[in-house]
C-alpha cells in the first residue's frame, strides 16, 4: 500500500507569485512520482494578488462542490496526479481570512484526517491557526513536517512538527545560529522542462531582474542600470514584476543624501529599464536574458531565479545573502558579492558611487567571458533528482511511523472523546451503508438514502464536461 501525505497550507500552491509555492507544489509532484498518494487542502490565497491567475481559473471553469455545514465552499479536482481541495476563500490576502473561513478548513481537515488518513501531514503556514491545524495532526498519531521557506521564522519553536526541512545549508545554519534549532535542507525543487527556453527562442540582450521588491535589491539595481548605462548607452535591462506596485516601489527609493529618485516632475530618471508583467511563462523572460541579477537585501532560503538562469546556462550577479552562492552551484554559476552598506542599514536607499564600483566590475566580467561551461556545472550541482531523493530519505522514517502510530479516532486536540467516538460511529455506518448500496447495485437492486462519505466532484460550469486534470501552468 503507497505512504500517503496530506499537505495543508492556507496559502495555496497554485499561487506563481510565491517562489515557495511553486517550488513545493513541484516537490508533492516529485514525491507522486516516487510512488506517493497526495492530498492537498489550500485557501485560495496568494502572496500577491497577481498571483491568482490559476485559482482565478480554477473559479472560472469549476463550481465549488464539496460542502461544509451545508455551504459548498470548497473546489476539488484533481491536477497532475494530486487531488486539491480548494476554499473559496473570498479575498486573497491570508490577513484577510475570516474566523468562518477556519471552521470550514478545519471540518475539512479533519474529515481528511478521518477519512483519507494521511500517514504524514507537510505544510509551511506560518499564522497561528495553522498551529491548531498540525497539533490536531499530531493529537491523532500523525507525524508532521514542516517546509521552512525563508529566514522569517526564528521566534518559532516548531513545537507541533516532527521534522523541519529547508532548502540550502546556509539557512539551516542560519536557524541553528539564531535559534539553535536543528533544521535539515534537502536543496531545491526546479524542473527544467518548466524553465528553460528553446534554442530556437534565444533572442538574448537584456539585464534582468526578476521581483523588483526592496528586499530583492531594487535600489541595488536601479544604480547599477544607472551607472552602467553611462558608459553602455545602448545595454538594456528588464524588471519582471512579481509582487507589489513597481510604480510605486520606484517612488520610494531616494540616494544616499535622501533626494527622492523621482523627482517631483514625476519624470521617469531609468528610461534604460523596460519593464514586464508577472508571467507564468518565465522561460520567456530568460529567452531575453544575458545577465541575471539578484541583488538581494534580506536572507535567501535559496532563490530559486538564480538557479532557473543556470539551468538557461545564463549567468548571475548576486549578493552573497542566505543560499544564493548555494543556488549558483557553490558560486560557480556567476558572481557572488557583499551587499551594499547603504541598501543594507535603509532598502530604499540607493547605493553609493564606491559601494556599485565592484558590481559594475562583474557585471562587465559576466558579459565579456564565456560561461556556458560554468552553468553547467552549476545546474548539476543543484538538479532536483537529489533534492527529492534526500526529502525521501528525511521523511520515509516518518512515513513509516505514522502507518502504525496513526489513530484518526482516539485523541484529537480540539475535540472531545465522547464527540470522537461519535464520529467514529457515524463514519462506520455511512461505510457499511455505502458497502450495502454497492452489494445491491451488484445484484441489480437499489438501496435508497445512502450516504456519500467523500467530498463531491466539483462540476464544470453551464453544464459543460471537464477533465479531471486542470490545465497545467509552466510557472
Sequence with gaps: MAYKILWYSIPSLLDT??????????????????????MVLNAANADDEQGMA???????????????NGNKCFYQFNL????????????????????QDQTELFLLYAQMLEQYEPDLVMTYSADIFSSVMRSEARARGIPVVYALCN???????????DIVFTTSKATSDFYRVETDMDVAHVGNFIEPRQVVASPESRDPKYITMINPSHAKGIAV?????????????????LIVKSRGNYEQILCSLHWPDGKPLVGPDGVNPVSMIDVAEHTSNISAVYALTRVLVAPSLWHESWGRVVTEANLNSIPVLATNNGGLYEAMGDGRGGIC???????????????????IAPYVEALEKLLTEDYTAACAEAAALTGIEASVDRLYNLIEPLLKQGTESKHPFDGSYYHNH??????????????????????????????????????????????????????RKKR
Aim: positive net charge.
Design 151 to 161: 529566514g522569517s521564522h526564528t521566534s518559532f519553536g516548531f513545537n507541533d512538527c
Design 17 to 38: 507569485s510565491s517562489g515557495a509555492a511553486i517550488r513545493c507544489k513541484l516537490m508533492l509532484e516529485k514525491l507522486h512520482q516516487r510512488g506517493i498518494d497526495v
Design 418 to 471: 465522547v464527540y470522537m467516538e461519535k464520529r467514529r460511529d457515524s463514519l462506520k455506518a455511512a461505510r457499511e451503508a455505502q458497502a450495502a448500496a454497492a452489494a445491491s447495485a451488484a445484484k441489480g437492486t437499489a438501496t435508497p438514502g445512502v450516504v456519500k462519505v467523500t467530498g463531491v466532484r466539483a462540476q464544470p460550469k453551464n453544464g459543460s464536461r471537464a477533465s479531471r486534470n486542470t490545465k
Design 221 to 237: 539595481f536601479i544604480k547599477l542600470a544607472l551607472t552602467w548605462n553611462k558608459k553602455h548607452p545602448d545595454q538594456k535591462f
Design 54 to 68: 490559476n485559482i482565478n481559473t480554477i473559479r472560472r471553469q469549476l463550481e465549488p462542490a464539496v460542502a461544509i
Design 337 to 355: 558579492l557583499p551587499p551594499p552598506a547603504s541598501s543594507m542599514e535603509d532598502q530604499c536607499c540607493l547605493p553609493t558611487d564606491e559601494e
Design 80 to 99: 497532475d496526479g494530486i487531488e486539491y481541495f480548494i476554499h473559496n476563500t473570498p479575498h486573497y490576502d491570508v490577513d484577510q481570512l475570516r474566523a
